[in-house]
């Protein structure tokens, strides 16, 4: 009797192995080596922070500060000599990396931006480094509120255009800072005005006029302050372009002493405005030594000669901008 029991229970156990042999067999489950990991530093899963500030909130002032304070910890643990890289949206921080100290903490300090930085609150970023590298690490940040005046926003535009190629010389040019802004109004009658022309002028009006001497590029900045002392500048870079070269034209008649062979020429050009003419250097056509001159007038006595003799006489002209422009025509000597 007992021995019919003990077969069965073989049986059925024989039966329950090869169900469970079947069974991993058509479910093609398999057992495989896993790769350990690394040993060479934490996980950045695994790898926590907290952060505080005190005080939360500074005044806008450049100067005010705030400590803030790191807690590291790994799998729930202090986690000392962590490196920790240090960023901010605005203002100023103590230090640029830090390291855990052995309870796992390290401590610097965040200073508030100036009161003319234009922000409400400031981002203060960690980045855990694992043997000098950020990948596969992780980043937390806290944020200050930073209060103080609204900043105004400068801005202005100039008439006529200033881009390039520019604006035609000698010009009078239009500043307008009327789309300067304080918070979402027009800053107005509520702000001062400064102007820089970048040619060592000024002026104070919301809108104002200028005229530039010379052509050229020049950094024109416009500074704005409010009743409450805060301010911002832009600067523009205004272009002058160069006037036009003065094409060189004269006109010629007998002179007025009816000397043989005697001709007045007179120097007819038109320098554009903002140009003056400052040499004129004439060059006869007859073999005779060219002549440098102030005066638009010459008088010049040609060659003797029985018959009408047409000369190509040559004008160089040097303007109040050191260019040169040259031209020839024929004159005809009877």
């Given amino acids: 009797m007992h021995s019919s029991r003990n077969s069965d229970r073989v049986w059925r156990g024989s039966v329950i192995a090869a169900a469970c042999c079947a069974l991993l067999l058509a479910t093609g ?8 990991p690394p040993l060479s530093g934490p996980s950045g899963f695994g790898l926590s922070f ?20 790191v807690e590291a910890r790994l799998n ?39 009161v003319n930085e234009p922000v409400s609150q400031a981002t203060i970023f960690i980045t855990a ?15 200050i509120a930073v209060v103080g005046p609204e900043v105004p926003v400068a801005a202005f535009s100039t008439t006529p255009s200033t881009g390039a190629p520019g604006a035609p010389f000698h ?51 416009l500074t704005v302050t409010t009743a409450s002392g805060t301010s911002s500048s832009v600067t523009k870079p205004v272009v002058i372009a160069p006037p036009d070269l003065t094409t060189p034209d004269f006109t010629f008649a007998a002179c ?26 004439w060059d006869f056509g007859d073999g ?26 040559k004008l160089r002209l040097t303007d109040n901008l050191g260019r040169v422009s040259t031209s020839t025509k024929p004159v005809a000597v009877p």
């Fill in 29 to 36: 489950c398999t057992v495989s080596d896993q790769e350990a």
């Fill in 50 to 69: 907290s952060m505080t500030a005190t005080p939360e909130i500074l005044p806008r002032d450049g100067q005010s500060v705030s400590t803030i304070r």
């Fill in 76 to 114: 729930d643990q202090p986690y000392a000599n962590q490196a920790l890289l240090l960023t901010t949206s605005a203002g100023r921080l103590s230090a640029g990396e830090i390291r855990t100290d052995a309870s796992g903490r390290a401590t610097f300090l965040y200073t508030a931006p100036t």
């Fill in 129 to 143: 480094v694992q043997n000098g590298d950020q990948a596969n690490t992780r980043s937390d940040s806290i944020r």
């Fill in 171 to 221: 010009s009078v040019i239009t500043f307008d800072a009327t789309t300067t802004r304080l918070g979402t109004a027009q800053c107005g009658s509520s702000c001062t005005y400064s102007w820089n022309f970048g040619d060592g002028s000024s002026g104070t009006e919301m809108v104002v006029q200028h005229q530039y001497g010379n052509s050229g590029v020049f950094n024109a900045t």
């Fill in 256 to 281: 007025a002493s009816l000397q043989a062979k005697c001709m007045t020429l007179t120097d007819s050009s038109a320098p554009p405005d903002g140009v003056t003419i400052v040499s004129r250097y």
């Fill in 288 to 313: 005779t030594s060219p002549v440098s001159t102030t005066d638009p007038n010459i008088d010049h006595v040609f060659p003797a000669n029985a018959n009408s003799v047409t000369y190509q006489v």
